[in-house]
């Protein structure tokens, strides 16, 4: 942004309150989920990640990393589950940090499905899909990135279980002291896999028509409504993004027919990937998305490559609700304060994106300190 119109920005509503379902945010900036890989053993969250959140409380909402539903959901090493009592306990100094600090934090619940590797996987079994189709690229372990396997096909009996894990670990999140959940169905995992067509190539009830390849998702948001109020619970799409060796055919009509579903249940927000993943937002055979916010009936997230400008745009046009911002968050704890101050970003250390500590996690300082 240029000085001439750098306080231009002071008068979007991007950082003003907003009501989201049950929950009031002090903006409309959020912190999209970033797995950072800094979990201890038995995927329990540290202490170190309650300061790392509690550091970036100043977004509207947080949603925290994506975290398993069960140890077959595990796809990377060192990120932390949503899975038993351990767990609860990890999270609920990280949500009490984050309120303490007058933050509102959503837990992302995860399935991998095929991507993973046997070495993350209980006894190390097959990885599982819809169909038993190998995807390109690598898998990152405890000892280094391997190359994907090809997974094992779910059987039909298996769903209710996956189903109900998800139930469990909404559940479980509630306990941690969580304001919601958010449904990860982007990105080629599990539920997404089951959704496009390149990785479901079923024929049963879960394979074939778009009804039938949106059904285990369906089951999934029925479920976690069961136990935690519509008003608590958003879901994540990426409908044109080929992350994780993922397409569709036809994914306007796959995602209109999914997000006109969604609306039986009253979800609070519909975040979107908006474009390739952490690429570029324009993708060959995309469509065009603000379809699918005209359709939901909820908040509208958006997410992808977003810069403030871009931000003040989107919310001068009506084109989100809320806007989602990942990677600044990592090296600019104060984000918000940041934006409001026209103040430049700082940059990101790659090295330490992925494992370790402190180091490029908690102690990048905000504009104050620095």
């Known amino acids: 942004m240029t000085n001439a119109n750098t306080n231009a920005h002071l008068h979007s509503d991007l950082f003003k309150p907003m009501q ?22 038995g995927d329990v969250p540290t202490e170190l990640a309650a300061e790392y959140y509690a550091q970036r409380a100043g977004a509207g909402l947080i949603i925290a990393e994506a975290t398993q539903i069960s140890p077959q959901g595990k796809g990377y090493a060192w990120t932390p589950g949503i899975y038993n009592e351990s767990h609860v306990a990890g999270w609920k100094k990280i949500t009490d940090a984050v309120h303490a600090k007058g933050g509102r934090i959503f837990l992302q619940l995860w399935h991998v499905g ?75 995992y599990l539920l997404d896999q089951f959704l496009r067509d390149k990785t479901n190539q079923r024929t049963d009830n879960y394979g074939g028509s778009i009804e039938n390849r949106a059904r285990l998702l369906l089951e999934v948001v029925e479920a976690v409504t069961s136990v935690i109020p519509g008003e608590r619970v958003g879901i994540r799409l990426s409908p044109i993004s080929p992350a994780n060796d993922i397409a569709d055919s036809n994914p306007k009509a796959l995602f209109s027919y999914v997000v006109e579903q969604l609306n039986r249940y009253k979800l609070v927000y519909l975040h979107v990937v908006e474009g390739a993943t ?78 370790g500590g402190a180091e490029g996690y908690t102690d990048y300082p905000t504009l104050q300190q620095s």
């Open 114 to 188: 095929r991507i993973s590797h046997p070495d993350l996987q209980p006894g190390n079994a097959l990885p599982v899909a819809p169909s038993a189709i190998k995807p390109e690229g690598n898998a990152f372990t405890e000892s280094g990135f391997k190359p994907f396997v090809e997974p094992r096909a779910l059987d039909a009996s298996e769903l209710p279980a996956i189903v109900e894990q998800y139930k469990i670990a909404a559940q479980l999140s509630l306990q941690a002291g969580f304001d919601g959940v958010e449904i990860h169905a982007a990105n080629g």
């Open 278 to 355: 952490g690429g570029p937002r324009e993708v060959e055979g995309g469509f065009d998305l603000q379809i699918l916010r005209d359709l939901f009936k909820g908040i509208y997230i958006a997410n992808n490559g977003y810069d403030l400008e871009m931000a003040v745009k989107a919310r001068d046009r009506n084109l989100a609700d809320l806007v989602a911002f990942g990677r600044p968050w990592i090296a600019n704890p104060d984000l918000v304060e940041r934006f409001k101050a026209g103040a430049p970003l700082a940059e990101i250390n790659q090295a330490t994106l992925y494992g």
């Open 20 to 41: 989201l379902g049950a929950v009031q945010l002090q903006n409309r900036i959020v912190m999209a989920p970033l797995t950072r890989s800094r979990a201890k053993a």
